[in-house]
């Protein structure tokens, strides 16, 4: 057994960012990654963003990716409110990288379960773009204004003062979330029409500004 802790604020955070379909159970989970010795990191993705954030382990924690629903996270409170949530994490054993077994939430109240099995969580690393790959010449992305906010909500969760997206074209961007954590932002697909489209009436506002000037 291994055990997780992560303040209640970055928890919330990486909810917001969890998938809710549940056909897709693997991004209905609070990820516990423990595939690099030494590391533990907390993942959430919905296939349009993702949140990635440091904890801290006790235990031994065997290399693997551990499925903590989504739902049973939201519910976490702390006892108190500076107080970190812990969650222990018993393995059921076994090679795979997504491992199953139990998990139990320590907070205000606690909360038993069974990890999510038999789903293989996505390679979230890969999406993850090199320091050479950012900032692409000539390319514009288009970012969905709800994923921007909720951005926002998650830096004051964090504590981030100064969180800011990270540019690279027309291809996912890093959201820059402090020293313990970082974002995946995936722009809009949209067409050149879309994009250059506007109201019917701006051309006659311009007429009048221009009258007015």
């Given at each position: 057994m291994f055990t997780v802790s992560v303040s209640s604020g970055a928890l919330r955070a990486l909810t917001m960012c969890a998938g809710q379909d549940p056909t897709r159970g693997m991004l209905t989970s609070v990820c516990v990654d423990t595939t690099t010795a030494g590391r533990v990191l907390l993942v959430t993705t919905?296939?349009?963003?993702?949140?990635?954030?440091?904890?801290?382990?006790e235990g031994n924690a065997h290399p693997g990716r551990y499925l903590v629903p989504f739902f049973e996270c939201k519910a976490a409170k702390p006892?108190?409110?500076a107080d970190p949530i812990r969650i222990?994490?018993?393995?059921?054993?076994?090679?795979?990288t997504t491992l199953g077994g139990t998990f139990?939430?320590?907070?205000k109240t606690r909360t038993t379960g069974t990890l999510l099995d038999g789903w293989q969580y996505p390679e979230w690393r890969r999406v993850i773009p090199e320091a050479r790959e950012l900032r692409k010449p000539g390319e514009l992305a288009h970012f969905?204004?709800?994923?921007?906010g909720d951005f926002g909500t998650i830096a004051e969760l964090l504590g981030c003062d100064g969180?800011?997206?990270?540019?690279?074209?027309?291809?996912?961007?890093?959201?820059?979330l402090g020293?313990?954590?970082?974002?995946?932002?995936?722009?809009?697909?949209?067409?050149?029409?879309?994009?250059?489209?506007?109201v019917d009436w701006l051309d006659a506002v311009r007429e009048e500004v221009a009258k007015a000037a």
């Open positions: 919905d296939g349009h963003r993702m949140l990635v954030v440091k904890a801290t382990a006892a108190h409110k222990d994490i018993e393995p059921k054993g076994g090679t795979e139990t939430i320590h907070g969905d204004f709800g994923y921007v969180p800011r997206i990270i540019h690279n074209g027309n291809s996912g961007a890093r959201v820059y020293a313990d954590a970082f974002g995946i932002l995936m722009p809009m697909r949209i067409g050149e029409k879309e994009t250059c489209a506007h």
